[in-house]
Nanobody, 120 residues
């Protein structure tokens, strides 16, 4: 299973970006899709997740500013980021918890990450 993220870039404070991530390969189902981020010198943290049923979860610092969504038919997940702040600067990683067959358990897969830089 491969995850390909795109949409990162440089934006000014208050601006917006939309991240996309496509999962491909041998996929039976994707239980959860999500976005994590890692800023320089900090641990990777959860940003947002969404289940196959559409239940979402956000870290407190992005609530009201970021929106996660997914297209189950296309195995894609998106992160709409509004009102970006310098503290949002990080490498953003796409994650998917994938079942590869009807009898297999779920395994986490990660994309390579996309850089988001918010300038003040």
């Amino acid at each position: 299973v491969q995850l390909q993220a795109s949409g990162g870039g440089l934006v000014q404070v208050g601006g917006s970006l939309r991240l996309s991530c496509a999962a491909s390969g041998k996929i039976f189902s994707i239980v959860v899709m999500g976005w994590y981020r890692q800023a320089p010198g900090k641990q990777r943290e959860l940003v947002a997740t969404i289940t196959s049923g559409g239940v979402t979860n956000y870290v407190d610092s992005v609530k009201g500013r970021f929106t996660i969504s997914r297209d189950n038919a296309k195995d894609m997940v998106y992160l709409q980021m509004n009102s970006l702040q310098p503290e949002d600067t990080a490498i953003y990683y796409c994650n998917s918890r994938v079942r590869r067959s009807v009898i297999s358990g779920a395994i986490d897969y990660w994309g390579e990450g996309t850089q988001v830089t918010v300038s003040s």
